[in-house]
């Protein structure tokens, strides 16, 4: 298997498994946590050099990391410029939806109204539509998919080319 398949099969592998599960609220968390898995590897990429026990007291910390939560990944991520404001409304968007869907106590799935809302809010399915030549997809769980799919395989990306990455920080350190 080549790198590029191995990587098209790392990215679009599980997105898949996810669109094809039968339980909306299982598809909606777990690709919501894929979405700020890769969005996390995006920010790593941005970051110094650390040690792991670095990156865990930064991204957990038992639950004290900086970057613990989706939302604060997502504003620091538009913070230090790796998108631009319809991507942080959109992530926003997808957000809401993943908490929507893990904290529900009731039956749940694509068809509510609150979710069907947030769904149409989304942009990226009109884009990826006029990319593909095709009609824009109304069905709010494809909806969904397709802009998780789409941010995820991005922010892989960007987190493997290790982009502006900073050298060595002055030395702020009395002697």
Known sequence: MSRVTKKITYIHGPVLALENMADDR?????????LEYNLGFALRGRMRDMTSLEIE?????????????????????????LYGLKTRK?????????????????????????IDELCKKLGTPKKLSILE??????????????TVHFFAARFHILGEKHVQRPGDPPNLDID
Do not use: C
């Open 133 to 146: 030549t095709k009609s824009e997809e109304n069905r709010p769980r494809v909806r969904y998919m397709d």
């Open 57 to 81: 007291s930064v991204f957990d910390n038992h639950g004290h990391g900086a970057l613990n939560t989706f939302s604060q990944k997502i504003w620091i991520g538009y913070a230090l410029n």
């Open 26 to 34: 299982a598809a909606a968390i777990m690709a919501g946590a894929f």
């Open 90 to 114: 959109e992530l926003l968007i997808l957000k809401d939806v993943r908490n929507r869907f893990a904290h529900e106590p009731e039956e749940i799935d694509f068809s509510h109204p609150e």
